[in-house]
């Protein structure tokens, strides 16, 4: 088994696909002719975004929505950037929240976390030796 893709429920479709582009400098992969599905290109594993009303339909049962005035949903997107504080930077010019400056953690990486316009956690960090 491996993963496909991810997908996070958000309230408007378009504005978060725009929202990564500019923030994360990411390039949409398509925008289904309704708004109600997205993805996003990031290598092997596609980052989808779909509107709340699909999630309900889809799944039948209510969950934890994501909005940037609530607490963070229990799950983080990450990136692996080849400059961790130029991509915070990027990220926070372009209407992200501060949650952790760039740090070195004791394993060698260096990370940052913001959050995106839908309260979504959002790492950047850089690539882990093999």
Request: net charge negative; with cysteine.
């Amino acid at each position: 088994m491996k993963l496909g893709h991810v997908i996070i429920y958000v309230k408007d479709v378009v504005k978060s696909v725009e929202f990564y582009e500019k923030a994360f400098g990411l390039k949409r992969s398509f925008i289904d002719p309704t708004s109600m599905y997205a993805q996003m290109e990031t290598g092997n594993t596609a980052l989808g975004f779909a509107k709340d009303e699909l999630a309900t339909s889809n799944i039948n049962l209510e969950y934890h929505k994501n909005h940037i005035d609530d607490r963070p949903s229990g799950f983080e997107v990450s990136f692996a950037v080849p400059n961790v504080k130029a991509a915070y930077e990027k990220a926070l010019a372009n209407g992200c929240i501060k949650v952790a400056d760039p740090e070195e953690k004791p394993w060698g990486q260096e990370v940052a976390f913001v959050r995106d316009l839908n309260g979504i956690l959002v790492e950047m960090a850089s690539e882990m030796e093999k």
